[in-house]
């Protein structure tokens, strides 16, 4: 199992940057697809972005695409999500998540349950 401790969340305004980290420990974390969830209040945890175990191949939701982008450093066991002009409709308790299942080196899962070890989430509050 991949432990996961997601930081960085916090209030900003609208049009503002935020960078998230997720710090892995426990099994290999170059051997997991990473992917980054939200959830905003009486909302379901939706997709944001996944990138696979090596960092060369990326996917992220229409709704982040050219705002946010998904890095990470294996040598660290460090994922992140740099979120750039954000707006209000990104304000929610952002996740972090492992997969080892079901991911390919270019086919990244999108859906929450094929996600298998998941950190506790940090709240992003954009305002207007």
């Known amino acids: 199992q991949l432990q996961l401790v997601e930081s960085g969340g916090g209030l900003v305004q609208a049009g503002g940057s935020l960078s998230l980290s997720c710090a892995a420990s426990?099994?290999?974390?170059?051997?997991?697809?990473m992917g980054w969830f939200r959830q905003a209040p009486g909302k379901e945890r939706e997709f944001v972005s996944a990138?696979?175990?090596?960092?060369?191949?990326?996917f992220a939701a229409d709704s982040v695409k050219g705002r946010f982008t998904v890095s990470r450093d294996n040598a660290k066991s460090t994922l992140y999500l740099q979120m750039n002009d954000l707006k209000p409709e990104d304000t929610g308790v952002y996740f972090c998540a492992g997969d080892r299942i079901y991911s390919t080196a270019q086919g990244l899962a999108t859906m929450t349950e094929h996600y298998q070890d998941w950190g506790q989430g940090t709240q992003v509050t954009v305002s207007s």
């Open positions: 426990g099994r290999s974390f170059s051997s997991y697809a």
């Open positions: 990138i696979n175990w090596g960092g060369d191949y990326i």
